[in-house]
């Protein structure tokens, strides 16, 4: 039985007593709440031998994706998705494990600049490999010609949700 089969038949009955519930929509949102639920739980069981999580994994990916491997707190909170509590609590942590540092911007002394050390740079490449087979696992089933299309779908999903 499909994990998401439950969640379809409380949609249904939903709909049975309001009618106008709009289930496709509410299927969507609730497919891409599962996805997320299930790709987070996989990458902090994949992490955990590392001694990271996966919202540390994403603020290490986002500096290290970035020249320089720097960004301001606010540049990385944007990029995360995170919420800026989350990035200062989410630094600290990095910050005593030595995988970042702070330092003030070259650009204006008054803010903050956050680098990845030399130490979290080798720890983003010794997990990479397990990062990357995490990644094709999670979408084996899929053709390529599917991940683009389902990319592109989602990103227009994205921009609708930013319009609101």
């Given at each position: 039985?499909?994990?998401?089969?439950?969640?379809?038949?409380?949609?249904?009955v939903t709909r049975q007593r309001y009618p106008a519930f709009p289930r496709d929509a509410a299927v969507l949102i609730r497919l891409i709440k599962h996805i997320f639920k299930r790709v987070h739980d996989d990458a902090n069981a994949m992490l955990r031998p590392y001694g990271i999580n996966h919202?540390?994994?994403?603020?290490?990916?986002?500096?290290?994706?970035?020249?320089?491997?720097?960004?301001?707190?606010?540049?990385?909170?944007?990029?995360?998705?995170?919420?800026?509590?989350?990035?200062?609590?989410?630094?600290?942590?990095?910050?005593?494990?030595?995988?970042?540092?702070?330092?003030?911007?070259?650009?204006?002394?008054?803010?903050?600049?956050?680098?990845?050390?030399?130490?979290?740079?080798?720890?983003?490449?010794?997990?990479?490999?397990?990062?990357?087979?995490?990644?094709?696992?999670?979408?084996?089933?899929?053709?390529?010609?599917?991940?683009?299309?389902?990319?592109?779908?989602?990103?227009?999903?994205?921009?609708?949700?930013?319009?609101?």
């Amino acid at each position: 039985m499909s994990s998401f089969l439950p969640t379809e038949q409380r949609l249904a009955v939903t709909r049975q007593r309001y009618p106008a519930f709009p289930r496709d929509a509410a299927v969507l949102i609730r497919l891409i709440k599962h996805i997320f639920k299930r790709v987070h739980d996989d990458a902090n069981a994949m992490l955990r031998p590392y001694g990271i999580n996966h919202p540390e994994y994403n603020l290490l990916m986002m500096l290290y994706g970035t020249e320089g491997y720097t960004l301001h707190p606010t540049e990385l909170a944007d990029a995360a998705g995170e919420k800026s509590a989350n990035i200062t609590r989410l630094t600290n942590e990095l910050c005593d494990k030595g995988l970042i540092a702070r330092h003030a911007s070259d650009e204006d002394r008054r803010k903050v600049a956050l680098t990845l050390t030399k130490d979290g740079v080798a720890l983003i490449e010794s997990f990479l490999p397990d990062v990357c087979a995490l990644l094709v696992r999670q979408v084996g089933g899929m053709q390529p010609r599917e991940m683009v299309q389902l990319e592109r779908l989602l990103k227009r999903f994205l921009t609708q949700l930013e319009r609101d």
